[in-house]
């Protein structure tokens, strides 16, 4: 049977949850920066913390995905404990990572040697990297319910409760560290974001309790058992394409710290991504809209019509988000952002301003990216994405190499943040491209089905 139209404000709610979660992350890393740049030793704090949080985060690339797995191959309790087994062994091999890292030389290398950090930046980078390899498994945890919540209940208190308590969380924990200030002061981060995620996982994993778990059946109603090649199928190809997006920031950041003046530019880094990804990165979760509707090739074609309301829909999102970045970026309210919000110095205020004005324009890329993969994922062809990592991860390598040569006197954060556009926009011209050519043929078999013998 046919399905009429999604009524506008089931994709408001369902959007908004999911784009709360993302907003929260960046609030929480502006407040953390805002308790950071109020410490003594702020700048070599920010530098150190930037640095072991790409890192991190670029561990959370083989778990990010999770969200899309939770949403299209979790339908029993069965499939629900594979799948968290599987998290739980990517988790521990990027706890173990994180540990080598802190303790080994390798994390000399890393650190000290190719991104040439100071001794005390470089021990602190080392600290926060120790006390956040958890991090990753808890943030996978977290993801993995979210998306069966969405898919199971399409509710959104759950996920906005969620959210409320890891911002207010890693907030008290700000507040507390600035009247009680550590003896490092790498901690502060450190442990805001670590408690932040366990709250966060925590709520989440009660809502599941609450709502999901006396509702989903004990096996596979279709008795077709989730194996690790099926896992592997649908999540390996997110899993590569997140890994090049994780990869491409600390490919920055290494090309940054290198150039003369790396640790302020690192330091400015800090700021410009959450502040910028802050009015950008909610476009990102308009990729579960579809999924949570549409769960096979069939489905999309029966329900026709939501899948264009579902694209429209996020066009106009995209252009919502635009507006915002030129309202903030362009104004100045910039300013006031970096400087009394988060407390910035006025040469980091300075230094960060032009940045951040490139970096509004990102938005038509990750709109255009978003719906791409939207559809993608509904069909369960994550494969058809996969490339498109060599090409982000090309165009940042060959924007870091070229465009120190196009603006010899441009400061290395302007640098880095053309390289990051660069990749962006290339990744959203191949994924649109093939998502194109794939649905024209999809359509195209649907349409002329061949004749039966």
Not at 56 to 85: H, N, Q
Not at 371 to 393: D, P, V
């Amino acid at each position: 049977m046919d399905r009429g139209p999604v009524p506008l404000s089931t994709l408001v709610h369902l959007l908004a949850s999911l784009a709360t979660t993302s907003m929260v992350y960046d609030l929480a890393e502006q407040v953390v920066n805002a308790g950071i740049a109020r410490g003594e030793h702020h700048v070599e704090t920010l530098a150190a913390f930037a640095l072991a949080h790409q890192l991190i985060l670029w561990m959370c690339s083989f778990t990010s995905p999770l969200e899309y797995a939770g949403m299209m191959l979790v339908d029993s309790c069965e499939s629900r404990r594979k799948l968290l087994y599987y998290v739980s062994l990517f988790g521990l091999s990027a706890w173990m990572l994180a540990l080598t890292l802190a303790l080994t030389p390798l994390g000399h290398l890393v650190i000290n040697d190719l991104h040439r950090r100071s001794d005390d930046v470089a021990d602190a980078t080392r600290l926060a990297l120790l006390w956040m390899g958890l991090y990753p498994f808890l943030d996978a945890v977290a993801r993995v319910h979210r998306g069966i919540l969405v898919k199971q209940t399409k509710r959104s208190d759950i996920i906005w409760l969620s959210s409320l308590l890891d911002i207010g969380t890693q907030t008290a924990t700000v507040f507390y560290y600035m009247h009680f200030p550590p003896q490092q002061p790498i901690w502060l981060p450190v442990v805001a974001f670590v408690a932040g995620v366990s709250v966060h996982a925590t709520c989440l994993l009660l809502g599941y309790w609450m709502l999901v778990a006396n509702h989903l059946p004990a096996r596979p109603a279709k008795n077709e058992s989730m194996t690790l090649t099926s896992f592997l199928k649908f999540s390996g190809p997110l899993c590569i394409v997140q890994l090049a997006q994780r990869s491409s920031r600390p490919l920055i950041n290494l090309s940054v710290s290198r150039l003369p003046g790396g640790t302020t530019s690192l330091a400015v880094l800090g700021i410009v991504y959450p502040v910028a990804h802050f009015g950008y990165g909610w476009i990102n979760n308009a990729r579960s809209l579809m999924p949570a509707f549409c769960t096979d090739r069939e489905d999309l074609l029966r329900l026709a019509p939501v899948v264009r309301q579902i694209s429209r829909f996020v066009v106009g999102c995209g252009v919502i988000s635009l507006a915002f970045q030129l309202a903030l970026l362009y104004t100045p309210l910039v300013d006031v952002v970096v400087q009394q919000w988060i407390g910035a110095s006025p040469e980091l205020s300075e230094a960060a301003r032009l940045p951040l004005r490139i970096f509004a324009f990102n938005t038509i890329p990750v709109t255009a990216r978003a719906i791409a993969h939207s559809w993608c994922t509904a069909m369960k062809e994550t494969k058809l994405i996969a490339f498109s990592a060599a090409y982000r991860f090309g165009a940042v390598t060959m924007g870091l190499l070229v465009y120190p040569f196009c603006w010899p006197d441009a400061r290395g954060a302007v640098i880095g943040i053309l390289a990051l556009i660069s990749g962006f926009s290339a990744e959203a011209a191949y994924v649109l491209h093939r998502c194109y050519t794939i649905r024209r043929q999809f359509l195209r078999a649907a349409s002329h089905p061949p004749a039966k013998l």
